[in-house]
T-cell receptor, first 114, second 114 residues
């Protein structure tokens, strides 16, 4: 069964610093991979997705992620954190078949200090 | 284009009662998935409906049931509520049959079971 591991339940950075949120997946076949963001009392918003095109994926709000098959990783980065980036971030995986479920990690809370 | 909507926003029930949550999918989408997000956890897949038929189910007991209507809106029903059913219930819609499973989430229904 597929699974997702997000290393670090809480990450704190200063405004302007690099953001790095880690995600590793377990799957025998490269799956589809997603990063979602959740602001307090809201649903999930898709930041970016990997669907086997370019391994470096650019998303909204300046975020990007790189798919590394050899490391089974899909880490999320942003060069310069902004206060508005403070939120909960979820990595998710689904297999390469339309209509299958998203399997989510436990999430990483990003705090940004001024 | 209208996004995914859910009702009600909040709900309080007592143990043993039954509850119905509703979801309207995004225009043009024919697939609805339901997720349960317990406090401090990632969303967990409950089930998915594609063109009014159940198209996959997660590890949830039969007292969690659903429906999808001809207009592709959906209901989640939970019978014999337990305290552990307290969670945020998220609905996501997508266009089934595509080569990847991009899901668009609603704001969720917060269910509290006392």
């Amino acid at each position: 069964a597929q699974s997702v591991t997000q290393l670090g339940s809480h990450v704190s950075v200063s405004e302007g610093a690099l953001v790095l949120l880690r995600c590793n997946y377990s799957s025998s076949v490269p799956p589809y991979l997603f990063w979602y963001v959740q602001y307090p009392n809201q649903g999930l918003q898709l930041l970016l997705k990997y669907t086997s095109a370019a391994t470096l994926v650019k998303g909204i709000n300046g975020f990007e992620a790189e798919f590394k098959k050899s490391e089974t990783s899909f880490h999320l980065t942003k060069p310069s954190a902004h206060m508005s980036d403070a939120a909960e971030y979820f990595c998710a995986v689904s297999d390469r078949q339309a209509g299958t479920a998203l399997i989510f990690g436990k999430g990483t809370t990003l705090s940004v200090s001024s | 284009e209208t996004g995914v909507t859910q009702s009600p926003t909040h709900l309080i029930k007592t143990r043993g009662q039954q509850v119905t949550l509703r979801c309207s999918s995004q225009s043009g989408h024919n697939t609805v998935s339901w997720y349960q997000q317990a406090l401090g956890q990632g969303p967990q897949f409950i089930f998915q409906y594609y063109r009014e038929e159940e198209n996959g189910r997660g590890n949830f007991p039969p007292r969690f049931s659903g429906l999808q209507f001809p207009n592709y809106s959906s209901e989640l029903n939970v019978n014999a509520l337990e305290l552990d059913d307290s969670a945020l219930y998220l609905c996501a819609s997508s266009l089934g049959g595509r080569d990847y499973n991009e899901q668009f989430f609603g704001p969720g229904t917060r269910l509290t079971v006392l």
